[in-house]
């Protein structure tokens, strides 16, 4: 009897970056459940599904390689992966194609990020009005994995009115930051002098927060200080702090290229999210633009969660006229509120972060 037909797709060799994490589910917890899962799309990890993604993804190749049409690969895992073992090609559980296919599409994801070039730095505000809904640990992991992939060159600046929590979020005790900064922004000219200021993370990003108190933030600090840190790395990423009509928010909207969302699941983080969204609309220009392109990322922070909120909540962000929703699932390393190391993240979470980041730099660069 002749061996039954399997259709054809393209193989993918996945690779390991030594700063992220890899390997959601491993193959030695992959479950054989006798169904088969086709690949030919590969969802953005995370993405609500009620959001539409790019076009589907039906062709996957190494970056840097010819794609190479293939057979799929056998089953590896579980009993079909025993199975193989034998001899008897069987195709892989939905398991382990569901690994299969995270994994692709993580390769995709940075290669997008690694590739992406523009004429002049780029910068990413993460902004919400309401406190606590995980601003400053989405602008640390978000910079980590942008500079983790690209290999350094991205910058986080802290841009709240008054001393935020980013210095002590962030790895490293620097002896500068912001406000001495501030102070000596028209005497710095080298990258060198830029780095006095800088807490190093390992994940190759540098933290620009407070390291003691300082007067506030204004719009013109803000871009005398953005514009030097321009002058040294490709990415500024922004976390900024609770008052959307101060000065410093202000500045930072105006030298803004993308806007990101934190919410938790909740009413109040939402519709104060939703409230941003609208305020920069009826602002128009640089603002109304920065609102069409945002992305929302959607954060669970262990508290339980009701059906009915959370269907709720799925309908008004459906609405909302946002250019994606990612999902990012419960990290026990991001709710420690401690110090934040990227390598530390849970794997599901890193995928998400290289999706949104992913779709940030595509978005920058259509505006070149």
Known sequence: MSEPTTPLTYSVTSRVSPFAPRGAVTDETQKDDGATCPVSTFPAAGVMPVVAADSPVSRVREPGLMATLDRPAPARTGVRGILGSLGIRISPGRA???????????????????????????SILVANSKGGVGKTPVALMLAGTLASVRGGSV???????????????????????????????????????????????????????????????????????????????AIRVMDSGNQSSSSAFEGAVET???????????????????????????????????????????????????????ERLDRILAGAGVAQVFS??????IAERGQLTLGRLDP????????AAATIVSSVRVLM
């Open 155 to 233: 910058c986080v600046l802290e841009v709240s009115d008054d001393p935020g929590a980013l210095n002590f979020r962030a790895e490293g005790s620097p002896n500068l930051g912001l406000g001495e900064l501030v102070s000596a922004v028209s005497t710095v000219f080298t990258a060198g002098q830029l780095a006095g200021y800088t807490a190093p993370q390992t994940s190759f990003a540098s933290v620009i927060g407070s390291v003691g108190t300082r007067p506030p933030l204004t719009r013109t600090d803000v871009a005398a200080v953005s514009a030097v840190i321009d002058s040294f790395y």
């Open 328 to 333: 990012v699932p419960y990290d026990a390393h």
């Open 96 to 122: 382990e194609q569901a690994k299969r296919d995270a994994d692709q599409r993580l390769i995709l994801d940075e290669e997008i990020i690694r590739q992406a070039t523009w004429t002049r730095a780029i």
């Open 348 to 355: 599901a979470t890193y995928r998400v972060l290289a999706a």
């Open 256 to 310: 803004a290229d993308a806007l990101v969302i934190p919410v938790l699941n909740s009413g109040d983080a939402v519709f104060e999210a939703l409230a941003l969204l609208e305020r920069l609309r009826k602002e128009g220009g640089q603002s109304a633009g920065l609102a069409d392109r945002a992305i929302i990322l959607r954060l669970t922070d262990g508290r339980p969660e009701h059906p009915q909120v959370m």
